[in-house]
C-alpha cells in the first residue's frame, strides 16, 4: 500500500524500493561469495591471534571502499558509494 508524499506523487512500497537496490548490489557481487563459515572462521581468528584490531576485513570486495574512506573526504567517499550502489533511474 503506497501512501503519498506531501506533493502527492506516490510513495513506492517498500518492495519497489528495495528490489533495485538489491539487484544493484548482486550486479556488483565479483568473485566468490563469502559464506558463514568463512566470516565464522575469520572471526574465531581474530579472536585468538593475540591483536587488538579494532576492525575485521573479511573478503576482497570491500577493501577498496576502506581505503577510499581513508583518502577521500566524507563528501567523495559518500558520492563513490551512491554511483556504486544506488540504482540509476
Same mark, same amino acid.
Not at 570491500?62 to 563528501?75: H, V, Y
Given at each position: 500500500?503506497?501512501?503519498?508524499?506531501?506533493?502527492?506523487?506516490?510513495?513506492?512500497?517498500?518492495?519497489?524500493?528495495?528490489?533495485?537496490?538489491? @539487484?544493484?548490489?548482486?550486479?556488483?557481487?565479483?568473485?566468490?561469495?563469502?559464506?558463514?563459515?568463512?566470516?565464522?572462521?575469520?572471526?574465531?581468528? @581474530?579472536?585468538?591471534?593475540?591483536?587488538?584490531?579494532?576492525?575485521?576485513?573479511?573478503?576482497?570486495?570491500?577493501?577498496?571502499?576502506?581505503? @577510499?574512506?581513508?583518502?577521500?573526504?566524507?563528501?567523495?567517499?559518500?558520492?563513490?558509494?551512491?554511483?556504486?550502489?544506488?540504482?540509476?533511474?
Amino acid at each position: 500500500m503506497a501512501t503519498e508524499f506531501s506533493q502527492g506523487v506516490p510513495a513506492p512500497t517498500y518492495d519497489e524500493f528495495v528490489k533495485p537496490v538489491m @539487484a544493484s548490489f548482486a550486479s556488483r557481487i565479483r568473485g566468490r561469495i563469502l559464506t558463514a563459515e568463512d566470516v565464522a572462521k575469520a572471526i574465531f581468528g @581474530a579472536a585468538t591471534d593475540g591483536s587488538e584490531a579494532a576492525a575485521l576485513l573479511i573478503g576482497d570486495d570491500i577493501a577498496p571502499l576502506i581505503q @577510499a574512506k581513508s583518502q577521500k573526504t566524507e563528501r567523495e567517499y559518500l558520492s563513490l558509494v551512491r554511483d556504486r550502489y544506488v540504482p540509476k533511474k
